[in-house]
C-alpha cells in the first residue's frame, strides 16, 4: 500500500458542500481511498 485517507472536510473547507453539515448531513458515509501499487 502506498498511501490511504479518509475524506473528511471540516465546515471551512469548500468540499464539506458535498457531504453536508449536521444535524442534516448528505451522508454519514465517508469516502476512504487507497493507492495500491499492483506487481505483477
Known amino acids: 500500500m502506498l498511501d490511504s485517507g479518509v475524506f ?10 458535498l457531504t453536508g453539515t449536521y444535524p442534516f448531513p448528505s451522508s454519514d458515509h465517508r469516502l476512504v481511498w487507497v493507492d495500491l501499487q499492483v506487481r505483477g
Not at 8 to 17: E, G, I, Y
Open 8 to 17: 473528511w472536510p471540516t465546515q471551512a473547507d469548500p468540499l464539506s458542500r
